[in-house]
């Protein structure tokens, strides 16, 4: 397979850091995306449709969230057959996971097109921004096609250890996205539809490098034959899929939820809300990227049947995941206010989101560890336990909001973050260790009777 990168060999930092680098590009590429998005939005058109279009954060956590957890899972089943040198397997894998895809966006199409009314007033949306979220998210779902390809190949090249294609293909994407942003709200004055258009545009544009990329790599293309029927293949990719689709949705559900209860305090603190989003997920950037080398790095090795170079491979990330939290932490405490001014507008939401920043850059420290020890629970084939790591932080999270909301404001939110990635926290940690010790202990023993 020309161009990608065998992670079963080699040094382990070396291998990883050189696959963690260009991957956190593109994951900074596409927060930066989405930040400037925000300000663009916010303001060209306004705090009440910045509202609007954050407001539609968790019901895409649990539409594009899913179709992006199953792709992600399909993902750790093509790694761990091209860590195995399986190669007629990974071609199967792979065309199965596109059939897959195909028969996933057709349902999440529909019912997201379908529910976003009703969920929008479930969650409390005020009428000032209805019509816009409303606007912004048929668009979104309709394009989803678009988004779950970019998803699937992003996740194929990863998988294979490729993390500079999709480097390269959000590095152009983003630049005509933001393009497309400002031609579109700026100068054709659409509204928040246009942010929407532009985002739809620019993924197809990074889906189509990325599938080139693909077909350009294989020594033997994909064909026909490879999409024949295979129960077995197909119920792997389901299983793991599945499970990473659900612990996604579940935890969207959650969020959806907290969404709804900030929704009934106001449009500024739904504005807030937003944006200390967009803020949270930018700062938790390097640990996610650590989580989806992490993923790639071990299934390769777990197919490679390697465990000792799967325990170095994790504690490199939880090395990655530490340091980026005490630059994080630092920015999001001491500079809370500018960031919040810098998105916002009115004295009294700006004031809401530094409340928020600063408690939650204090507790991310949980999550960045949380991402790294689910991820390699998910790349050593145990997907139920991160699936019920999610329900975990559900249970965690609703009631630890309706009980801290009303009694000490904005800032419960954020000690409901914390309070959830606690518990989704030590589920996972737990399971790593003792999947890695039972893995290393049967290798010990197969080891002894070969030799």
Partial sequence: MDGLNDLTKGKVSTKLLGFFFPMLV??????????????????????????????LTSFSLLIVGFSMGMTNGFAVIIG?????????????????SVRLSVLLTLLLTVTGCLSLKPLLL??????????????????????????????????????????KTPFVAIMISSAVNVILDCALIFLVRTGVEGAAVATILAQGLAAHICYRKIKASLAVPVTRADFDRDGEMSGLLLKNGISMACMNSVTAVG?????????????????????CS?????????????????????????????????????????????????????????????????????ERTI???????????????????????????????????PMLSG??????RIPAITILLPRIGFRGTAYAEGIAWVGALALNAGAYGEIALTKAVFHYARQQSVD
């Fill in 351 to 385: 004031s809401l989101a530094v409340e928020y920043l600063r408690i939650c850059g204090v507790e991310l420290l949980l999550v960045n560890l949380l991402f790294v020890y689910r991820n390699s629970v998910q790349g050593m084939g145990h997907p139920l336990i």
């Fill in 278 to 346: 967009k803020y949270l997920n930018l700062f938790m950037l390097p640990s996610l990227t650590a989580g989806f080398a992490v993923s790639s790095f071990v299934s390769q090795n777990y197919g490679a049947d390697k465990p000792a170079r799967i325990r170095q491979g994790v504690h490199v990330c939880l090395w990655i995941a530490l340091l980026s939290y005490l630059l994080s932490a630092a920015v999001m405490v001491f500079y809370a206010k500018p960031l919040a001014g810098f998105m916002l507008n009115e």
């Fill in 391 to 396: 329900v975990v932080e559900m249970m965690l």
């Fill in 80 to 96: 761990q057959k091209y860590g195995g040198g399986r190669a007629d397997a990974v071609r199967r894998s792979i065309a199965h």
């Fill in 26 to 55: 593109t994951n900074l590429l596409q927060q930066v995306y989405s930040v400037a998005d925000t300000v663009i939005v916010g303001k060209g058109l306004g705090d009440n449709a910045l509202g609007a279009v954050g407001n």
């Fill in 255 to 275: 969020c959806m939820v907290v969404q709804g209860y900030v929704n009934g305090c106001g449009v500024a603190y739904t504005s807030a809300y937003s944006v």
């Fill in 122 to 163: 479930a969650i409390q949306t005020d009428r000032m921004i209805l019509t816009d979220s409303l606007k912004y998210g048929y668009i979104i779902f309709g394009g989803l096609a678009v988004t779950v390809a970019y998803n699937l190949c992003s996740g194929i090249l990863r998988s294979l250890g490729d993390s």
